[in-house]
């Protein structure tokens, strides 16, 4: 005969209602924790998830659907949240939506035909129709990474105006005027944050913003190749590029290698995440690094909140960037008169 929730109780001496509230996710004592662990190991206890999931209209899962799965920057962020959500007993649910709208819209319907309890989105679509049935629904939504105007949700973003401001400022103090940028999808609030922070250092270094250095990718390797290559023909007199994510980061690289130019001799660059690629690249990159670990947690203890029934005021929280120091930018000598 199955083990239930009165044997746990009754071989670790605690009550029902703490049983209960450990089973549902609630916070308690760590030794009791123990206990209760230790009992449902011992007992061989399964809990019917389909049974608790319509007696309590919960189902302990959370969906997450994000543009690209191999993305390193929505991997590390998984990674830590995931990790969280599971220790407060939720289990997600993880869709790749390859950043087509379409994709993300069914995604996130399969998600609430699922009853997920609450979804985590980086999203694609701009308008917020996508989550519609989430906020006809009141269940919480968490967007990463990017803001959607209009939408009463939480999000967890970095400062990307700041963080490619202060870029381009080490470009400039390091005598480059003619700085390329290869910036995201122009729709995208990421792409617009950092193109914005990319235009005010410029201006407040006295240097008029000129579209011919602007290029916008699509945050793949292959748009990062193929702006890089854009950029340099169409501006022979560029000195500096700053990439604004990383697979593109990945594609300049490339892209700088094959048309046989050197970093930084010919041409500096300034690139954006993953610490590895950069410390792997000769010579090492110069990259801005956001804080992936810290916004997984947050994510995740926004979620747990907004499920136990908080109803404080939707988060608009702001993380800094660090900025990682490399060999890829060259002093621009000015010439003497």
Do not use: W
Not at 121 to 143: E, Q, R, T, W
Not at 155 to 171: P, S
């Amino acid at each position: 005969m199955a083990a239930t929730i009165k044997d746990i109780a009754q071989k670790t001496g605690l009550g029902l209602a703490t049983i209960s509230s450990y089973l549902n996710g609630g916070n308690l004592r760590e030794k009791n924790r123990e206990k209760i662990e230790q009992a449902i190991k011992e007992l061989n206890f399964e809990v019917n998830e389909t049974a608790r999931g319509l007696k309590t209209n919960k189902t302990k899962t959370i969906g997450v659907v994000i543009p690209e799965l191999n993305n390193v920057f929505c991997a590390e962020i998984i990674i830590e949240m995931e990790d969280i959500l599971r220790q407060h007993g939720y289990a997600t649910i993880i869709c790749d939506c390859r950043t087509n709208k379409d994709i993300e819209k069914e995604a996130i319907d399969f998600l609430y035909r699922k009853r997920v309890d609450g979804i985590i989105n980086m999203p694609v679509n701009v308008d917020g129709n996508h989550l519609k049935s989430f906020i006809k629904a009141k269940k919480p939504i968490i967007l990463i990474d990017r803001k959607i105007n209009g939408l009463d949700c939480d999000c967890v973003l970095v400062d990307n105006l700041t963080a490619v401001k202060d870029a381009i400022g080490i470009l400039i103090k390091n005598g480059h005027s003619k700085i390329g940028i290869i910036s995201g999808p122009e729709e995208i609030f990421t792409a617009q944050e950092r193109l914005l922070g990319y235009r005010l250092a410029l201006l407040e270094a006295g240097i008029v913003p000129e579209e011919r250095f602007i290029a916008h990718g699509d945050y793949t390797i292959q748009g990062g190749m193929k702006c890089i290559e854009e950029l340099i023909k169409k501006n022979p007199d560029m000195t500096a590029v700053f990439v604004s994510n990383y697979e593109m980061t990945m594609g300049t690289v490339i892209g700088i290698n094959e048309l046989g130019i050197k970093i930084p001799e010919n041409i500096s660059v300034i690139g954006f995440d993953n610490i590895e690629f950069a410390r792997a690249c000769k010579p090492k990159l110069a990259i801005v690094t956001q804080p992936t670990k810290k916004i997984g947690v947050n994510v995740a203890e926004i979620m747990l909140n907004r499920i136990s029934g908080n109803p404080e005021d939707k988060k608009i929280l702001k993380l800094q960037t660090g900025f990682l120091n490399g060999n890829s930018i060259q002093e621009v000598k000015l010439p003497s008169i």
